[in-house]
């Protein structure tokens, strides 16, 4: 099976433009988590979509959002950029359903907002 | 406020020898905790995982405890190999509420030959 694929591995915007990011699950799987890594605060909790609704919400500003898609794909976008942002954003799959649902991670998108 | 908490930023072992990485966390209504390794540049991997209705669980060279009381979980490798040299994390979930992984913020594992 192919695994969590991420698209564009890099980015480089800047301050105030905005962003949108893309996320192909495992096939199978209806659940798709976003999480953001900095060197400051580590991996941080986004979102979760299961069957194209939001099933779950970090804390993060309204600046983020995602969706998804009826084939699990799902996107995420940041609007009016800030230098805080500068993250490597993560996608992780899983089939949404079960007692014990293992999420598995893509490869992520590194953003630098300059 | 941390609610899972890796004490031990780096760690480091020979080869051969065990590696035990520590987790703590303070929200009792954790009930499900995974491992993951991670490369720089890279998604974290999954590597094993433990729900609260168990206190052991292995796969492989990898083994992990989970002393609900002590609100503590550690992995062991066994034996510790040189390509075990990643950054670890421990990560919970309270599995009623979905797919929300609270992470720890890591701890490094170096393995010398």
């Known amino acids: 099976k192919a695994g969590v694929t991420q698209t564009p591995r890099y980015l480089i915007k800047t301050r105030g433009q905005q962003v949108t990011l893309s996320c192909s699950p495992i096939s199978g799987h209806r659940s798709v988590s976003w999480y953001q890594q900095t060197p400051g605060q580590g991996l941080q909790f986004l979102f979760e979509y299961f069957s194209e609704t939001q099933r779950n919400k970090g804390n993060f500003p309204g600046r983020f959002s995602g969706r998804q898609f009826s084939n699990s794909r799902s996107e995420m976008n940041v609007s009016t950029l800030e230098l805080g942002d500068s993250a490597l954003y993560l996608c992780?799959?899983?089939?949404?359903?079960?007692?014990?649902?293992?999420?598995?991670f893509g490869p992520g998108t590194r953003l630098t907002v300059l | 406020d941390q609610q899972v908490k890796q004490n031990s930023p780096s760690l480091s072992v020979q080869e051969g020898r065990i590696s035990i990485l520590n987790c703590d966390y303070t929200?009792?209504?954790?009930?499900?905790f995974l491992w993951y390794k991670k490369y720089p540049a890279e998604g974290p991997t999954f590597l094993i995982s433990?729900?609260?209705?168990?206190d052991k669980n292995e796969d492989g060279r990898f083994t992990v405890f989970l002393n609900k009381s002590a609100k503590h979980l550690s992995l062991h490798i066994v034996p510790s190999q040189p390509g075990d040299s990643a950054v670890y994390f421990c990560?919970?979930?309270?599995?009623?509420?979905?797919?929300?992984?609270?992470f720890g913020g890591g701890t490094r594992v170096l393995v010398k030959p």
């Open positions: 992780a799959s899983s089939s949404g359903t079960g007692y014990t649902d293992t999420q598995y």
């Open positions: 929200n009792s209504m954790f009930d499900y």
């Open positions: 990560a919970a979930s309270v599995l009623v509420a979905g797919n929300k992984l609270t």
């Open positions: 433990i729900s609260s209705i168990k």
